[in-house]
């Protein structure tokens, strides 16, 4: 049996009983890929190739790009970066009869000088930067930078502002991740209609991982400037096994007659946030001598999602039971044969 239990989001352990058992380490079958250059070029080696490319390589009409290389690096490897030219996206746009419903938001033009809740006009120059700098960082007057401190430069008016403190506003990236078109779900309605604003969520929050380093450099000598702290602009998705596997948390409580499997939400939104994407458990019950007792299956879908601010509970038969055996699977468009992405072990 399987049902959901709405319950706050919960992000450290939740005591469901005196037979609740779960591993603070558990073992994970996907090991992070050693690469000498560091975190960002482990992150890329973990990507798995679902047909879209992992960076943009036509980085013609950036002009961002001279003085702010690191984040520029960053950026690029991005969806963001290649929203334009994603493939699965012009697939999907062939089928879509008004077509500036998605146009506007894989080529925008800069946010800040429309109405927040008005679908973004489509950039007609240099569309192939998809998600670009200026789409989120130029002010309404066409020359002022924007972002979360403003700092002196030779370059461009620069000033703080409060969209850019993301314990407070989440208004930019909702004003595209509302819309509900082709195989793209409106999350961001997800997350208006949750706690998690209130709980101090926020879309950066999980999508844009806190970094530490220069945020501009010398546009002719190349040298690095002040390091400071902010977010990188990598983004964070579903394409890295390691980020998916802490879209849920699971619990295992034992029982006379098997045990319950509880799977938490622990993202600000449906579970999966795109029609195509699976997510399959396989769950399988075995006794103190190894023999397994049972086995099952959840998968869920666009069509029977994971609830945002709620607990999802899958009842396991099996006599006897003294291990719970969890892995998880992830399908999507590129991927039809799957990758596994989480494998957990409980014991009673």
Not at 93 to 107: D, E, M, Q, S, Y
Not at 224 to 232: I, V
Request: one cysteine or more; glycine letters at 10%; hydrophobic letters at 35%.
């Amino acid at each position: 049996m399987i049902g959901l239990h709405p319950l706050p989001l919960l992000l450290g352990a939740l005591i469901l009983g005196p037979v609740l058992i779960e591993f603070p380490a558990p073992q994970d079958p996907i090991q992070e890929v050693e690469a000498e250059e560091g975190p960002h070029d482990r992150w890329l080696a973990r990507l798995v190739d679902d047909g879209r490319p992992t960076k943009l390589d036509d980085l013609s009409g950036l002009t961002c790009a001279g003085c702010h290389q690191t984040i520029t690096e960053e950026w690029r490897h991005s969806t963001h970066a290649t929203a334009w030219i994603d493939p699965h996206y012009n697939k999907a746009l062939k089928k879509i009869r008004r077509k500036r419903g998605c146009t506007g938001c894989h080529a925008p033009v800069p946010l800040l000088g429309k109405p927040p809740t008005k679908i973004p006009d489509t950039r007609t120059e240099n569309p192939h930067l998809g998600v670009t700098c200026t789409t989120c960082h130029l002010a309404a007057d066409g020359e002022t930078m924007l972002g979360p401190a403003g700092h002196a430069n030779d370059g461009h008016p620069s000033e703080a502002n409060e969209l850019f403190n993301h314990l407070e506003s989440n208004a930019l990236c909702i004003t595209c991740h509302n819309v509900n078109i082709g195989p793209v779900l409106a999350v961001a309605k997800d997350f208006k209609a949750s706690d998690q604003a209130s709980m101090g969520d926020s879309c950066v929050g999980c999508h844009m991982p806190s970094i530490n380093r220069a945020w501009a450099n010398d546009e002719i000598s190349g040298e690095l400037g002040t390091s400071r702290a902010g977010r990188s602009h990598r983004l964070e998705t579903s394409r890295d096994p390691v980020f998916l596997r802490g879209a849920m948390n699971l619990r295992a409580e034992f029982n006379e007659t098997g045990a319950v499997l509880v799977v938490t939400n622990l993202t600000g939104h449906r579970v999966p946030g795109l029609i195509g994407r699976e997510l399959t458990l396989r769950f399988s019950l075995y006794n103190a001598k190894g023999q397994r007792l049972s086995k099952s299956s959840h998968t869920f879908s666009h069509r029977s999602h994971l609830p945002v601010d709620a607990d999802f509970k899958i009842d396991l038969e099996g006599l006897g039971a003294a291990e719970l055996r969890v892995s998880g699977t992830h399908k999507a468009p590129g991927i039809p044969k799957g990758i596994v992405f989480l494998e957990r072990t409980f014991k009673r």
